[in-house]
């Protein structure tokens, strides 16, 4: 059973449009991240929640809102959608060990 | 500020042995991990250094060095399978958030 789902997993969106990318987690983690991953590169961290109610800037937050409303839902927002937001969007939790747990990816493409 | 560095790509042959660099500058450092990726799919925990020195986990194998800012993940048999990317990254305070490089492609060939 997955513990870290994603939905949409695929999306296409107009430029201004808003999008809302939502991470579902079984894990009963405390910490949600969000990532987005552009071709032939690495993680970059957008935003990220230690817990219900909390949500922190990561290194890229410039266009994106996050939502934590409960332990196991953590939502990323873009309120208005550019070309320069395609990518592949992640969702990870991880609790007090090093390790996070991944969902599968959001793949997003602004037109 | 935090940077982690790989090679962007790394080629072995099936049975013998790959070493995947990675190289940080961090503020602080509170560990290393490496995860495994395959094409198109979510990034799979391996291992997590924290202490220097080699950590033997079979296949995988990771080493670290404080003092140089450098670890490497050790695969050992390879297999053909064992094609992915592989990702670095720093824990670099207490607050759980992980610095990733851009990964190391690494194609093993028959």
């Known amino acids: 059973e997955a513990a870290v789902t994603q939905s949409p997993r695929n999306k296409v969106a107009v430029t201004g449009g808003k999008v809302t990318l939502s991470c579902n987690q079984t894990?009963?983690?405390?910490?949600m991240y969000w990532y987005r991953q552009d071709t032939g590169h690495g993680l970059r961290l957008i935003h990220y929640s230690y817990g219900a109610g909390s949500t922190e800037k990561g290194d890229i937050p410039d266009g994106y809102k996050a939502s934590r409303p409960s332990q196991e839902n953590f939502s990323l927002i873009l309120e208005l959608a550019t070309p320069s937001q395609t990518s592949v969007y992640f969702c990870?939790?991880?609790?007090?060990?090093?390790?996070?747990?991944f969902g599968p990816g959001t793949r997003l493409t602004v037109l | 500020g935090q940077g982690v560095e790989q090679p962007a790509k790394l080629m072995s042959v099936e049975g013998t042995f790959a070493r995947v660099n990675c190289t940080y500058s961090?503020?602080?450092?509170?560990?290393l991990s490496w995860y495994q990726q395959r094409e198109g799919q979510a990034p799979v925990f391996l291992s997590y250094v924290v202490l220097d020195g080699l950590k033997d986990s079979g296949h995988f194998s990771t080493f670290l060095s404080r003092s140089n800012g450098y670890s490497y993940l050790l695969l050992t048999e390879l297999q053909i399978k064992d094609s992915a990317s592989y990702l670095c990254a720093v824990k670099g305070t207490n607050t759980g958030k992980l610095t990733f490089g851009d990964g190391t492609v690494l194609t093993v060939k028959p």
């Open positions: 894990n009963n983690h405390n910490n």
């Open positions: 990870a939790s991880g609790g007090v060990s090093y390790e996070q747990y």
């Open positions: 961090t503020s602080g450092f509170n560990g």
